[in-house]
């Protein structure tokens, strides 16, 4: 971890998606930065977003890389609400990876691992997947 990435890595700990946010130009900057990439402001804080969002992409993975890993498993780039231009990578924890597909709501959840809080994401209102 690093001194701008601490927020989003520990935030699962409270249940919370730390996005960092430039203060002078309100532009969403993930990974975070200690610089704005929009106007260069030094001056970028973390905060909670929803932990909602719209699956933008998705792949499922049936190699078992690890001898005790379980495959298939979904992993889905997400379009993270009330953060533009951010998306968010993560696993997808349900029970059947074939149903998972484009534009599909989902919601954030964590598991800890260690120092850090690892983000996944599960099906929003009981949709499949």
Known sequence: ???????????????????????????AVHPPQLVCPGCLSRSVTPRAV?????????????????PDMQVPFAIAVVDVDGAPG??????????DPATVRIGQRVTIAFEPAGDVWLPLWRPLNGEAA
Do not use: K
């Open 50 to 66: 929803a932990g909602t969002g719209t699956v933008y992409t998705y792949t499922v993975n049936h190699q078992p890389w690890l």
């Open 1 to 27: 971890m690093t001194a701008e990435s601490t927020a989003f890595w520990s935030g699962g700990e409270r249940g919370e998606l730390m996005i960092a946010f430039c203060d002078d130009c309100a532009r």
């Open 86 to 95: 951010v998306r968010v990578t993560a696993p997808v924890d349900c029970a």
